[in-house]
């Protein structure tokens, strides 16, 4: 029997220690009118070799094109040592480390996790993850809304957040009836104006979220923002993409006094596009919201012997203490993909992380400069950016990514398939993944569909 | 044994050379004020120290790979191997989310095909894969029993009624939609307490949550007439599914009158746990909250397989996730339903049951108490060490601890919190006759230490990598992230 290693033999021993005619006597407690209808859909077993020959079919009808498309998923190398150690059976088959003792592998590196996070967004402390990046801007405004309780439950937007991040939000935080305000950005720059806050000089927010890079790829100013909304006692939520921290002014930097909650999707270091997910969302924040927090959080301490060992820390505030006034129902989270993370993050260092980031930036400025060459196409906003930007084409985007995906592109994304208010525009990233002759290929490919 | 954190094993200037790509220049033309201005605060290490500090660490850790691992309510049973592979080829791991359905269809298959068994296996019309874990699960589905409320204009059902022995998360998740819970108490068979709940019932019941089998390893036997009750009252009724590798193939959620329900793929279709994730949390539910299901969904028409987005105009609760969910781990399921087949899915509730009750039997005989003497166990059961703690001063936690010393994981502690002492056990189909005996070997000798030598229990574990630590400290005293 698959996976089941009991004999004949030692099922009759077992029976007869229990003193039970059958294994079926063992559901002698559920009433006979509920036994289950047989399964309809469910097929037959197969062994190994067969099942991964149905997978490999399965996966031979999947395209593997070269991906210019961003969008909150980014291809980045993986170098091989990432998943080799996080697939180590020690961290694959650990469940959440609550047996401290046996679990100091697990909970010494989400330490590390969360010190390499804190320090990589200029904030204080950390959590050890949380599902993704839409799901960790949803919790920073819950925690924002529990911080700032005196504040009415409203929160302002910063265009544009990423459309699906959005309307994640929405979900959720719409069932405790928090408001979403939402200013959109200036369709020359791709940022938010200051002028445009103007408006709000009135209004009482809990916080204020803007999001950097944009959903455009465009960089905020965001000093002006974040001591607008302090001055304003709002907390400034900031959802960042954690590559552009190696290139791009960290939140605890921005303004006077910084940021106060910092969120995001881990994807880009080390964790694999896989249609995806999982990936794996991350928060970090001042020290004194701490116990605002939601989800797991490892803290240092010290054994019997006065010995250095790691704990989960701050379970006051779970829901498998706290219950119905837990920060959050969050139980299981992303730990393999934090593992994962945390090596990529050791293996690069500081210098290899940068030299990742600005790679992928002046690629991306190369590949913008070569498309907006070609009649008629023209980019969306003027702001810097890091690795991603938006341009409008003089023939529907449909039809050029359709076309292009025939000469084995995936050319970027069609701004109107994610959110019907945008216009007809491609979004392109270009990540250290690409060449400058893969990039030369795209442009020209691009000038042929468009010719 | 100890090893350093990896921020002192480096040396300034030092790193992994071959990982990372070389820019032609690092001077940057973006304007000043968005450039970072700080170091980013990472370690200086090589590939080889890394491999090694993370190789070292990991051999600190219990997981199923290395240890009988009997913790209820987690269902820690064997990850095949081969499912792992399955779903590792290159187009499943390196495909964009946004790649066009015309181009995935293969994934697309896989998912849609994955729907149609997981409503199989709950007996409901309705399937979201979406939600990335059991608790997500939860959020769904009570957002969607309060949607559909809603959209009756019922909207004084402001109550969620759980059980005092529920997961933490089924109070915490009804919260975060908006409900106010009120907790029913248990009988003293076990059961949910069926008068109490008669006389909480009213026109304010948006609901009811539930596991069953429930926490305390017994399955709820007057289920039939705790749904008629619900429905009657105008309220839904939520499974958490949990608990549902007790019950794979022999009794449905569905048929046993639940609306909706999580199942998580981390416990009973076996992907692994990955020290705290990813799991994944689908989601099933009954035809009238259907419309509601999160989004996307994956749908087949005319020969081809689509995702059913905004576009298809629902009302559902919307989007839960970035993308589309936790997507390997759902194929990881989908691997291990295709492995095990109809029979052998049935074939993990019966061993799982064989398993917990020969377990719980066992310990019985040798002197330990059970919660629930008179019942059978479910996929778990409990026993109460609150006679030892009297006799000896010695508690469930020394005991856990001890456990470690003898090369088993610990089963879970103090839950359901109604029990008092309690080691809450759960075997898993895929452990043999002789770990399980094993494991009752380690308890009698614990039970001799207890007599003889109890501050040995209360000092444990000796064998780990540290003793045991003071977690009263590691919360007043935060350290959360290491500095220089």
Redesign the interface.
Known sequence: MPFIPHTSSEIEAMLETIDAASIDALFDEIPKDLIAQPFAHIPDGNNEMLVDRLLQQRADQVESLQCYAGAGAYQHHIPAAVWDIAMRGEFLTAYTPYQAEASQGTLQLLYEFQTMIAKLTGMEVANASLYDGATSLAEAILMAVRVNKKRPKRILLIGSVHPYYRQVVQTIVSQQQIELVDIPVESATGVYAAEQLTAYEKTEFAAVVVQQPNFLGCLHATDTITDWAHAHDALLIACVNPMAMALCQEPGQWGDTGADIVCGDLQPLGIPLAFGGPYAGFLTARKTFARQMPGRIVGRTQDLDGKTGFCLTLQAREQHIRRSKATSNICTNQGLLVTAVTIYLSLLGDTGLRQVAQTCHQQATALLQKITAINGVQRIGDAPFFHEFAVSLPKPVDRVLTELAQRGIQGGVSLTAMDPSWPDGLLICVTETKTMDDITQYAAQLAEVLA | M??S???TQ?QR??????????????E????Q?????????????S?LQ??R???????????????F?P?GS?T?????R?V????S????????????AE?????L??LY?LQ??I???A?MPGVSLIP?????G??AGV?MI?AYHQSRGDHQRTEMLIPDAA???N????????FT?KEIPTAADGDIDLAVLKTMVGPQTAGIMLTNPSTLG??T?Q??TVAQVIHQAGGLLYYDGANLNA?L????PG??GFDVMHL?L?KTF?T????????AGPVAVSERLKPFL?IPLVAYENGQYRWVS?GDGLPT?????????????L?RAY?Y?????????Q??A??A???A??LM??LQ?VGFQLAYPK??ASHEFIISLSEEKKQFGVTAMDV??RL?DYGF??P?TY?PLLIPECLLIEPT?????QELDAFVDAMCAIRQEMQTDAQLLK?A?HT????????V???R??????CE
Not at chain 2, 28 to 31: E, G
Not at chain 2, 37 to 45: A, D, R
Not at chain 2, 84 to 87: A, D, L, R, T
Not at chain 2, 477 to 482: A, F
């Open positions: 100890s090893e954190l990896i921020f480096g200037g030092r790193f992994a050379t071959a990982q990372a790509p070389m820019p032609t220049t690092m940057t033309d973006l304007p004020e968005y450039v970072r201005q700080t170091p980013l605060g990472l370690p200086e290490v590939e890394v491999v500090h993370f190789t070292r660490l990991s051999q600190y850790n219990f997981g199923i790979d290395t240890h691992y913790l987690c820690m049973k064997y990850n095949p081969g792992q592979h399955m779903v080829k290159p187009s499943l791991l390196n495909g964009h989310p946004l790649l066009p181009y995935g269809q293969g994934l298959q896989c095909e149609e068994y409503k199989d296996l007996g990335m874990a059991g608790s997500q939860e959020l957002a309060r997961h933490g998360t109070p915490a998740s009804a919260v975060m939609c908006g819970v017994v399955f036997r289920i039939a019950i193939g022999r009794v449905r048929e046993m998580n981390h076996a692994p746990h990955g020290g705290g994730g990813p799991g999160p905004e609760i919307g989007r839960l996730s970035s993308f589309m969910g936790n997507v390997g781990i194929l691997a339903i295709r492995l095990l087949g109809r029979t052998g899915l074939r993990v019966e061993f049951t064989l398993n009750n020969y039997v066992r005989q019942r059978r856990a601890k470690l994981h610990a879970t839950f189909e895929t452990e043999s006759k000092q574990p780990m990598p540290v003793r045991r630590l003071d977690d400290r590691a919360a005293e935060l350290d959360l992230i290491w």
